[in-house]
């Protein structure tokens, strides 16, 4: 099941987790940045049965630790394979949502889903015909 949601630029990510992970996705493994890291969103996935694979964060006006900067590391490589739709998003359709209404903005956002999913089927339908 699809699940969304469309909040203000006021609201911080990380308060949206469970509104967007879907509990009966056969994964149980969750993906996020840093910004989704809280005791709060790792008890919610842990009462889920989910598993958490939120970069974790650096402590304040300290370096990083080698070893959590391997983990981000690792868990980058996995995660960028999603977060290049958003970099498609914004390069080749110049999406930059600033509107009036949050439903303007879904709507803006809604059409470059779209606009993404008919490119990606557009590509491996050609590929297809290749084969």
């Known amino acids: 099941m699809l699940k969304r949601t469309l909040t203000s630029a006021s609201s911080p990510d990380g308060h949206q987790l469970q509104y ?30 989910l598993v958490s694979q939120i970069h974790l964060r650096k402590l304040a006006s300290k370096p990083m630790p080698q070893a959590t900067a391997r983990t981000n590391a690792k868990m980058s ?40 999913n008919f490119d990606r089927l557009i590509f491996h339908e050609r590929n297809n015909a290749m084969e």
């Open 20 to 49: 967007v992970v879907a509990k009966d996705n056969t994964a149980s493994d969750v993906w996020a940045d840093s910004a989704y890291r809280s005791v709060r969103n790792e008890k919610w996935l842990a009462d889920n049965m």
């Open 77 to 116: 490589s996995i995660r960028a394979r999603v977060e290049h739709v958003f970099a498609h998003q914004k390069n080749r359709y110049g999406l930059f949502v600033r509107t009036i209404g949050l439903a303007s903005a879904e709507a803006k956002l809604t059409l470059a889903n779209l606009a993404y």
